[in-house]
């Protein structure tokens, strides 16, 4: 499944522009001014938040030259006003103020993502520099007959064909193809590296990675450390799923796919071997089908979009949320518009940062949309938990948790909840929860260790331990020790392989997957627990669990307020991440893989 976009009202919107003529005051600050600059801060976050939404929700729903315009200018306002006020809060660094002010100047202080250098020219070229890999990106093609424009690919023709072709020779071309078009963007790169951590040291942090790991309420090392820990927690069942599906793919390819080794990375049916789901049927078990076909079943019954969000709906109410507001089935969209362009990427939107939620969907009859639904009302729900807060804590405890919390719901609709509410006579026999479970983990389970890998190759490089001429060794270095993949031929010192993923010419942070992917198993296990769930955890749903909601919904109405270990111990009773959360959930699956890879090699 693919990440969907969460559209925060908060403070996670990134470009920082410079700011001329940032007034200095001699007097030193008192406790009263600090409470005035967040008052004054309060209020203006709302407008800009509210300016940004509605412009943002208008662009996406009639593109058009002048509402892109219209967005970009007001995300661009929204823009300027973080980094501002991430500048002046460290005028207060000495004032002794009330704990959940301090909270608030810190959490402004750590809110950008890119932070721009005094220099208003070195500002200026940063902030270009970010524009121009983006577009580069954005703009980004693999013509295999340069002859014929036609023949041309960008990334979704590109996705498309490492997702359905078995042809080994086609995908080595498609994937090498789009490792083209990043080198022009390496020496872009190396100077944004170079300009971003000078604005962050200005900032005070040690450089652009250590701004980005101190939103997490722990030392950046620490925070390191942490993520560690959680992935050796996980690696053996990761080694077994990769055993597992090297030994099918071997079966399928032949040599081309080692039998002991690293896996070929253009072979798992991604781009970015990140979601493996797409090979399923190459290494499904002998008896995979689950029995039913939800997707058929929603066809049958004749279930319109708008039903099948009633339905999400009701699963909220059943653990005691309260219904969403009028204006939510008013102002949503639901369907394709037949006359016009929309960005059709589910999305959740909370407009004016207390009420007014949305969802904008292009919603098919099929079973994905049905989980989608209910992973996108996650975060209406969450935004509407903690819409009484101060604005700079209406957000997820950290940005893993908005993600986390969608996904935890989609984990109860389970063949079980299908059955409770109807649509469902009789749920398939246990026998069958292997292909469930093996379908899951080659999207979850084998997401895990690039999830993590991105920000440790981007956390190196900006602090030096990684240079420019080792960009490209250093990515494949880290993809081996991670995912155990190897790239289909030799990747010199002439490319620059990581710019090929949207995430690094975009700079966005990626850890917050890798956090999200842990939390939403550790989430489903506590509450599953608190439901009084007696049965294997793949086949908990907490629908109807009052006291689950109950749990749920202290931790939601935190926001940002506290600290994410806080957060999390409303729902868990631990202040700890724990990834043996998802060996639980995927127990039955790990013994079966390990039947099925007895006497081959395990690991590379
Ligand atoms: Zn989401």
């Known amino acids: 499944m693919l990440h969907r976009l969460f559209v925060a009202a908060g403070l996670a919107l990134s470009i920082a522009v410079i700011i001329a003529g940032c007034q200095a005051s001699t007097a030193a600050p008192t406790a009263q001014d600090a409470k005035q600059f967040l008052d004054e801060v309060d209020t203006t976050l709302n407008r800009l938040a509210l300016d940004a939404s509605r412009a943002g929700w208008v662009a996406q729903n009639f593109i058009t030259v002048d509402t892109e315009a219209m967005d970009a200018r007001a995300t661009q306002a929204f823009s300027d006003a973080s980094s501002r006020w991430a500048k002046q809060a460290v005028r207060f660094d000495n004032v002794e103020v009330p704990a959940d002010q301090r909270r608030q100047l810190n959490l402004l202080k750590v809110s950008l993502v890119l932070a ?12 270009n520099l970010v524009s121009s890999m983006r577009g580069v990106y954005g703009k980004g093609k693999w013509c295999p007959d340069s002859a014929k424009a036609e023949s041309c690919m960008n990334i979704d023709d590109i996705t498309k064909l490492l997702a359905t072709s078995r042809n080994e020779k086609e995908i080595r071309a498609a994937w090498e193809g789009w490792h083209t078009i990043s080198p022009p963007i390496k020496k872009d790169y190396q100077r ?5 951590n000078k604005g962050a040291k200005e900032l005070g942090f040690a450089d652009t990675g250590a701004m980005w790991r101190a939103k997490y309420d722990m030392a950046p090392d620490a925070f390191t450390k942490e993520l560690d820990r959680l992935w050796d927690q996980v690696r053996p069942l990761y080694l077994q799923l990769h055993a597992y599906v090297r030994m099918k793919l071997h079966q399928k390819y032949g040599d081309v796919v080692p039998q002991k080794g690293p896996l070929p990375a253009h072979l798992l049916g991604n781009i970015w071997a990140q979601d493996w789901s797409n090979v399923y049927d190459l290494v499904a078990p002998a008896n995979a089908d689950a029995g039913f076909s939800l997707t058929d079943i929603l066809k049958r019954r004749k279930m319109s979009a708008i039903d099948m969000v009633k339905a999400g709906e009701r699963f909220y109410s059943s653990i005691g949320l309260a219904p969403l507001p009028q204006t939510f089935w008013e102002r949503s969209l639901f369907l394709r518009p037949k006359d016009r362009e929309v960005v059709c990427h589910a999305s959740a939107w909370d407009i004016d940062s207390v009420n007014d ?14 989980s989608t639904i209910h992973h996108e009302l996650g975060h209406n729900y969450y935004q509407r938990a903690y819409n009484t807060l101060p604005m700079i804590f209406r957000d997820s405890a950290n940005d893993g948790f908005h993600e986390a919390i969608g996904d935890t719901i989609a984990l109860s609709v389970t063949p079980e909840y299908l059955v409770k509410i109807g649509l469902l006579d009789k749920a398939p026999d246990a026998s069958r929860d292997i292909g469930l479970l093996l379908s899951r983990a080659l999207e979850k389970v084998a997401f895990l260790p690039f999830g993590l890998l991105i920000d440790q190759w981007r956390w190196k490089v900006f602090s030096g331990e990684i240079t420019p001429a080792q960009y490209n060794q250093a990515w494949w270095d880290l993809r081996l020790k991670y995912q155990g993949v190897a790239p289909p031929s030799p990747r010199g010192d002439e490319f620059f392989d990581p710019g090929a993923k949207y995430h690094v010419p975009d700079n966005t942070p990626y850890t917050r997957y890798f956090l999200a992917d842990i939390l939403q198993f550790q989430f489903h296990r506590a509450l599953a627990k608190t439901a009084g769930c007696t049965t294997p955890l793949h086949r908990c749903s907490i629908y109807e669990s009052k006291q689950a909601g109950q749990r749920l919904n202290n931790m939601l109405s935190m926001g940002l307020s506290k600290p994410w270990p806080d957060a ?3 729902v868990t009773d631990s202040n700890e991440m724990d990834a043996s959360a998802i060996l639980d959930y995927f127990a039955p699956l790990q013994k079966w893989l390990q039947e099925q890879t007895k006497g081959q090699p395990v690991g590379w």
Request: charged share 30%; net charge negative.
């Open 116 to 127: 721009t250098p005094s220099d208003p020219k070195e500002s200026e070229e940063l902030t």
């Open 192 to 196: 944004f590296a170079e300009l971003s």
């Open 357 to 370: 939620v949305r969802i904008k969907m292009c919603i098919d009859q099929t079973a994905e949309d049905f």
């Open 568 to 570: 999390l111990a409303a």
